[in-house]
């Protein structure tokens, strides 16, 4: 079945310094992907919508010059987070809906970000 | 604004046995997808089981069923036969209607599953 490919999986990087999270559809094409973030023992709080080859959505409090996100192809949407913070670490995860569009059926592996 | 409400912050089960999950919501909109999402100890989310509002037909996969029930505004999730790799946190969430991608998912805070052996 369709696979969503997340990388990396753990990451730790220094205060001020950036780091990119790549989501990828293995064998079919998304023109959308969604970011998450989760706090442990919490639900996920989506942070933006990614759009293929059009600026993403931010969601209502989420710094877009901060979490930039880059959907340049079909199968590859970006999240950059910029000049981390310590307050930044969490887990952030991506994911994508099925054909249909209506059902996000297909997540990734997440990634667990911790900033030092 | 739409709500979604798990009310069981933890749940245990015994092997073999069989546990339900409750989720409530609450919506003024007559059409919506419901789902239950499981996210196990790998963290790797993954869709469990999908309702149409629509449908009358409670959805079933396997050994996952749901009980839906529109005019209580209620939809848990019936686990059969439980198994070890069951136990995982399971998240209820609320989808509107059409729309496609702008609709965003609405969960609600999980509920933890336990299974004994």
């Known amino acids: 079945g369709a696979v969503v490919s997340q990388h990396p999986s753990r990451v730790i990087c220094k205060s001020g310094t950036s780091v990119k999270i790549e989501c990828r559809s293995l064998?079919?094409?998304?023109?959308?992907m969604f970011w998450y973030r989760q706090f442990p023992k919490q639900s996920l709080m989506l942070m933006a919508t990614s759009n293929e080859g059009s600026k993403a959505t931010y969601e209502q409090g989420v710094e877009k010059d901060k979490f930039l996100i880059n959907h340049a192809s079909l199968t590859l949407s970006t999240l950059t987070v910029t000049s981390a913070h310590p307050e930044d670490s969490s887990f952030y995860i991506c994911?994508?809906?099925?054909?249909?569009?209506?059902?996000?059926?297909?997540f990734g592996q997440g990634t667990r970000l911790t900033v030092v | 604004a739409q709500t979604v409400t798990q009310s069981q912050p933890e749940m245990s089960v015994q092997e073999a046995e069989t546990v339900t999950l409750s989720c409530t919501y609450d919506?003024?909109?007559?059409?919506?997808?419901l789902f239950w999402y499981k996210q196990p100890p790998s963290r790797q989310m993954i869709l469990v089981i999908r309702q149409e509002a629509y449908k009358q037909q409670n959805a079933t996969e396997n050994r996952f069923s749901v009980n839906f029930q529109k005019a209580a505004k209620s939809f848990s999730l019936k686990i059969s036969d439980s198994q070890l790799g069951d136990a995982a946190m399971y998240f209820c969430a609320y989808r509107s209607y059409g729309g496609g991608a702008t609709n965003k998912l609405i969960f609600g805070t999980g509920t933890l599953l336990a299974v004994q052996p």
């Open positions: 919506t003024s909109e007559s059409d919506y997808y």
């Open positions: 994911s994508a809906p099925d054909r249909g569009g209506e059902t996000e059926a297909f």
């Open positions: 064998d079919f094409q998304a023109t959308t």
